[in-house]
T-cell receptor, first 109, second 114 residues
Framework: EDQVTQSPEALRLQEGESSSLNCSYTVSGLRGLFWYRQDPGKGPEFLFT???AGEEKEKERLKATLTKKESFLHITAPKPEDSATYLC??????????FGQGTELSVKP | DSGVTQTPKHLITATGQRVTLRCSPR?????VYWYQQSLDQGLQFLIQYYNGEERAKGNILERFSAQQFPDLHSELNLSSLELGDSALYFC?????????????FGPGTRLTVT
């Protein structure tokens, strides 16, 4: 069964303290790995799509990487406005987007 | 603002009732996706429509149904509601027929079943 597991469930950082979020996955045929950001009570906001192992994408303080078994979302020198829940999702051969439970990130000034 | 609109924002109803949630995709997007988000289950894919036709199906209950109309807006119908159906329901849209591209999510409809 295709599955996505994110860790940690929650992460508290001080402003400027860099860290990484992990997304481990098992899938019979990966057609895309997505990262979304979700603020409380709002819909997820698209961040990145990665399609093959070794691929990397960057946006401001965020950098997403992909291997054959996991993806990382690296946050460099985070700011309080980066506080949100970060969701990882895989798109499988069945045409379905399967989301992980998310990592709730809190950045304190 | 993603460009995807959903109505209503909040809905409170009783068990056994039927409700309809509405979604208008971004201009030009042909695909509409429906998701359910609850605290214990996370974000779960329900169903996808592309240009009026069902394209992919997830863990959608038989009590739930959806359709996409010629103007591309979509409706999700939930019937014989149970307490466990209380959740946030999101609609997303994308230009393509496959979900392997970024999807743009609406603000959601919060359903409370009492």
């Amino acid at each position: 069964e295709d599955q996505v597991t994110q860790s940690p469930e929650a992460l508290r950082l001080q402003e400027g303290e860099s860290s990484s979020l992990n997304c481990s996955y098992t899938v019979s045929g990966l057609r895309g790995l997505f990262w979304y950001r979700q603020d409380p009570g709002k819909g997820p906001e698209f961040l990145f799509t990665l399609y093959s192992a070794g691929e990397e994408k960057e946006k401001e303080r965020l950098k997403a990487t992909l291997t054959k078994k996991e993806s990382f979302l690296h946050i460099t020198a985070p700011k309080p406005e980066d506080s949100a829940t970060y969701l990882c999702a895989l798109y499988n051969q069945g045409g379905k987007l399967i989301f992980g439970q998310g990592t709730e990130l809190s950045v304190k000034p | 603002d993603s460009g995807v609109t959903q109505t209503p924002k909040h809905l409170i109803t009783a068990t056994g009732q039927r409700v309809t949630l509405r979604c208008s995709p971004r201009s030009g997007d042909l695909s509409v996706y429906w998701y359910q988000q609850s605290l214990d289950q996370g974000l779960q894919f329900l169903i996808q429509y592309y240009n009026g036709e069902e394209r992919a199906k997830g863990n959608i209950l038989e009590r739930f149904s959806a359709q996409q109309f010629p103007d591309l807006h979509s409706e999700l119908n939930l019937s014989s509601l149970e307490l466990g159906d209380s959740a946030l329901y999101f609609c997303a849209s994308s230009p393509q027929g496959t979900g392997g591209h970024e999807q743009y999510f609406g603000p959601g409809t919060r359903l409370t079943v009492t």
